[in-house]
């Protein structure tokens, strides 16, 4: 059975810093693209990051772009997002998925997943 489990979800203030874990079970992540994707109250789920099989390409949605790096680390089976510069926008449940890097085409669309986490929600106040 796949599982993925995002943490690090909290409370933090303008202009601080987060780190969020997508660590994987039942499958071994940089064989796969991961994405993180959030959810705002009220809003649709948007596409944040994406990270490729082999961490051979990275890309990021324009308001995460400059404040936010994706990584991986091969031995935790675990895909992160470090957030800085974090503004009230920011604040929504963030999800990781999993896609099939045969199948995935920019991994900009939840369409293109097969597995996703149960969300971890933060708070930024201003």
């Known amino acids: 059975e796949v599982q993925l489990q995002a943490s690090g979800g909290g409370s933090v203030q303008a202009g601080g810093s987060l780190r969020l874990s997508c660590v994987a079970s039942?499958?071994?992540?940089?064989?796969?693209?991961v994405g993180w994707f959030r959810q705002a109250p009220g809003k649709e789920r948007e596409w944040v990051s994406y990270?490729?099989?082999?961490?051979?390409?990275?890309s990021y949605a324009g308001s995460a772009e400059g404040r936010f790096t994706i990584s991986s680390d091969i031995d935790k089976n675990t895909v992160y997002l470090q957030m800085d510069s974090l503004k009230p926008e920011d604040t929504a449940v963030y999800y990781c998925?999993?896609?099939?890097?045969?199948?995935?085409?920019?991994?900009?669309?939840?369409?293109?997943?097969?597995?996703w986490g149960q969300g971890t929600e933060f708070t930024v106040s201003s």
């Open positions: 998925a999993a896609a099939n890097p045969w199948t995935i085409v920019a991994g900009q669309e939840a369409h293109e997943y097969q597995y």
């Open positions: 039942g499958i071994t992540l940089d064989d796969w693209g």
């Open positions: 990270i490729a099989s082999r961490a051979e390409t990275r």
